[in-house]
């Protein structure tokens, strides 16, 4: 009898009948417990033998009947055994599967499935910013067979977020997706993407089915400034504020492509 761990007992203070009075309450109570909260049509560890008794097959003991069984269960030798079996079902399963580290844990988000038709049709265009001479890719995606009122969508994704190549982060990756094409995914260098305005856009034209995304780099040693410009001097940006999107209507300076 474990006196330290019962509550409201102190060791002398109770009469004589208090031991075996207090084992049948504790064990009724612990009955009472395992009633509520097991379910024993599920544990695997109850057998009724041929005698209408109870056996644990994990503890090999016998029991008059289930509420000793549950009793037992929520007791030390029961709860020790457990904990035993389960580190070693744990030890088993990883030496089956040798990463249970995480990554093989991929979040298992409910997605509705759909019948993927292949990769789409696409065009990459090596563009330069004819003024800060910024180096920037265009890419034209076609999706003739894209599903009705889907918007093509696109992400960079780091060298480590992704699980298909060994990572390397002199690359990052530009994902186009589009049901029901397969996602597409651009090797790209990893250097800063220019976000400033007019230096990062996309267009979907639903008529041609063509999704465009024109990036440039960050230069690393910032705008150039025009020659016989002193320091300083802002260059007037106004009319080139997008000065390579095909698509924004005004005559606009034609990108210059480089070849591949
Ligand atoms: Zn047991």
């Not at 509420?67 to 079902?89: E, I, V, W």
Request: hydrophobic residues 30%.
């Amino acid at each position: 009898m474990d006196f330290q761990n019962r509550v409201g007992s102190k060791i002398g203070s109770g009469g004589v009948a208090s031991w075996s009075e207090s084992n049948v309450d504790r064990r009724e109570r612990l009955r009472k417990l395992a009633m509520e909260t097991m379910d024993i049509a599920n544990d695997p560890y109850i057998m009724k033998n041929h005698l209408g008794s109870y056996e644990c097959k994990l503890c090999l003991t016998l029991h008059t009947n289930e509420g000793s069984y549950l009793a037992h269960t929520q007791g030390k030798k029961h709860q020790t055994n457990l904990a035993r079996r389960a580190a070693r079902d744990a030890k088993d399963s990883s030496n089956v599967q040798p990463s249970l580290s995480g990554t093989n844990k991929a979040p298992l988000t409910p997605k509705k499935h759909v019948i993927k038709i292949g990769r789409p049709g696409y065009k990459v265009t090596k563009v330069r910013d004819p003024i800060t001479r910024q180096l920037g890719l265009l890419f034209q995606i076609q999706y003739p067979e894209i599903a009705l009122g889907v918007v093509p969508r696109h992400r960079f994704m780091s060298a480590y977020e992704q699980k298909v190549e060994q990572p390397n982060k002199s690359h990052q990756y530009l994902l186009f997706a589009a049901e029901p094409y397969e996602t597409v995914s651009f090797k790209v260098q990893s250097k800063e993407v220019d976000k400033g305005e007019g230096k990062f856009w996309t267009h979907w034209d639903s008529d041609s089915k063509q999704f465009s995304l024109q990036f440039f780099f960050r230069n690393e040693r910032g705008p150039i400034l025009f020659e016989g410009l002193a320091p300083g001097v802002q260059q007037e940006r106004a009319p080139i504020a997008n000065p390579l999107n095909p698509y924004s209507g005004q005559t606009m300076r034609k990108p210059t492509y480089i070849s591949q």
